[in-house]
């Protein structure tokens, strides 16, 4: 039971990790949306503070009040002008009459007006005699003229309530020359640019959500219900000064470790899974464009030959021919479509051997006029089955699935297909789509390789093909063996 708790914790933390993979991904695509929401609501919200702002401005004074009577005399003689009883008196009064109707009927008869444009607050220091009074109003004239109205009728209204007063003005009234409320833009700019920018990511972040991927060797078998041949880790090249081969292939020395170990441990599956389905055309595709079918197919092919088999690697991608660039081969040669068009029909004359290898090339340079006739013409089904005479393996380099419907018309001759999926980047009910095209044409699907991984899962499947050692079935493999059905020792 404990165990099956820390189990789902751990597939919870993975949840985690793989929602945070998915949303860095996903910004990095959508980078532009919290940038552009932010300028948009920044720009908005600016506006509409421009829209609603009303300058106000003030007029305030400062004084006293006391009685008019207000002189006491205590048993020395002396004279008192602060009566504690009285000034808390006037301080609760104060306030009060400011808005009563009879100030503000007052008012309005004294200035000669229906209604007042401003309003009027005032401030008492408790314990003391001591007020100000404020007057505000969107015309700095007018907040000046109510201040002098009110000092000067609010003895004559103070007088119904608590007897004769007399105000000592401290400092003197004025009219103002700037708004207290001064328009900041910035602060609204900023306003609206945070909740932009806010908003933009959690648009990502639910995007994300809703992304479901494959970015594990586990995962392949879980959501696709398919066999995990091998996990190719992501190849970076370091930058020198001069020229560099970044060729993404097990010929070239720069390449990593980790990724020629990882293409032996795809031989040997593949090998493995062979074995079992007798399959001698093999069809390299993928989801979409960019997830390495072409870097798949060419690193097969070159370890197949590695091995001992004679091989012949096709560029059936006709539309966008990537064989040749991928081996940096710049030497001219013709492919499918001129073979087909033409009319000579000795395959070798179009075969262009790899040096130090048992591999040959059947790859042109330039795009088919008509990439979908040729694919489907019967012409094609002839030519494999002559290049299956010549050869122990025939790897098909051909487009993307999900993209044009040639792959699913070319695995109508392939005996297989081994389908790659670059980690985080195909949706997972878009390759259940295409997987389920190719089912429907009648190729079998020996496994998947899940290309760019990040992290330790480069070697995924190499320890356990590589207990069987290279000197069993997984040995060197031969043209003549591979007719007969024997394996080399």
């Not at 205590?74 to 006037?90: H, P, R, T, V």
């Not at 009563?100 to 401003?118: F, K, T, W």
């Not at 696709?224 to 090249?237: D, E, I, S, W």
Request: with cysteine; hydrophobic share 40%; proline share 4%.
């Amino acid at each position: 039971m404990e165990d099956h708790k820390i189990d789902q914790l751990d597939e919870g933390k993975i949840d985690l990790f793989r929602l945070l993979q998915e949303f860095w991904k996903a910004f990095q695509r959508l980078f532009w949306l919290p940038v552009i929401l932010a300028v948009l609501l920044g720009a908005a919200q600016g506006l509409r503070g421009w829209r609603s702002y009303t300058p106000r401005y003030s007029s305030e004074v400062t004084f006293t009040i006391q009685m008019s009577d207000w002189t006491l005399t205590d048993i020395g003689g002396s004279s008192s002008y602060y009566d504690k009883a009285m000034a808390e008196q006037l301080s609760k009064t104060f306030p009060y009459l400011l808005q009563s109707e009879l100030m503000q009927s007052m008012l309005r008869q004294e200035m000669g007006v229906s209604y007042l444009n401003g309003s009027i607050t005032a401030q008492t220091v408790p314990n003391t005699n001591l007020f100000s009074l404020k007057v505000t109003s969107t015309d700095p004239q007018a907040a000046y003229d109510i201040l002098n109205t009110v000092i000067e009728i609010y003895p004559r209204v103070a007088d119904y309530v608590v007897g004769s007063t007399q105000m000592n003005l401290l400092t003197a009234p004025t009219v103002a020359e700037k708004p207290f409320n001064q328009f900041r833009p910035s602060r609204a700019i900023c306003k609206g640019a945070v909740l932009g920018a806010l908003l933009g990511m959690l648009a990502i972040l639910a995007y994300a959500f809703t992304r479901r991927s494959i970015r594990e060797p586990e995962e392949i078998r879980r959501e696709l219900n398919q066999r995990c041949l091998a996990a190719l880790p992501q190849v970076t090249f370091k930058r020198r000064g001069g020229a560099v081969d970044r060729t993404v292939s097990i010929r070239n020395k720069k390449t990593s470790g980790a990724f020629q170990e990882s293409v032996r441990s795809l031989r040997i599956k593949f090998l493995r899974e062979d074995k079992k389905q007798k399959a001698q055309v093999v069809m390299v595709t993928s989801t979409l464009p960019g997830e390495g079918k072409t870097t798949v197919a060419v690193n097969l092919a070159l370890t197949l030959s590695q091995n001992g088999a004679k091989v012949i690697l096709v560029d059936l991608d006709l539309r966008k021919p990537s064989v040749k660039k991928a081996l940096d081969i710049q030497k001219p040669s013709r492919g499918v479509p001129e073979l087909l068009a033409g009319k000579h029909r000795d395959v070798k004359k179009f075969l262009v051997p790899l040096e130090d290898t048992g591999l040959s090339l059947l790859a042109g340079d330039k795009p088919a006029e008509d990439a979908r006739q040729t694919i489907s013409s019967q012409r094609l089904t002839a030519l494999l089955d002559t290049l299956r005479q010549e050869a122990d393996f025939i790897v098909l380099d051909t487009p993307p699935c999900r993209l044009v419907a040639d792959s699913a018309a070319i695995a109508q001759a392939a005996d297989c297909t081994v389908y790659v999926l670059r980690a985080g980047v195909a949706q997972v009910p878009h390759v259940l789509d295409s997987l389920q095209l190719l089912a429907d044409s009648g190729t079998r699907i020996m496994g998947c390789v899940l290309n760019g991984v990040q992290g330790s899962h480069g070697g995924y499947g190499y320890g356990y093909g590589y207990g069987y050692g290279y000197g069993g079935y997984y040995g060197k493999y031969s043209s003549r063996h591979k007719k007969t059905g024997e394996n080399q020792a």
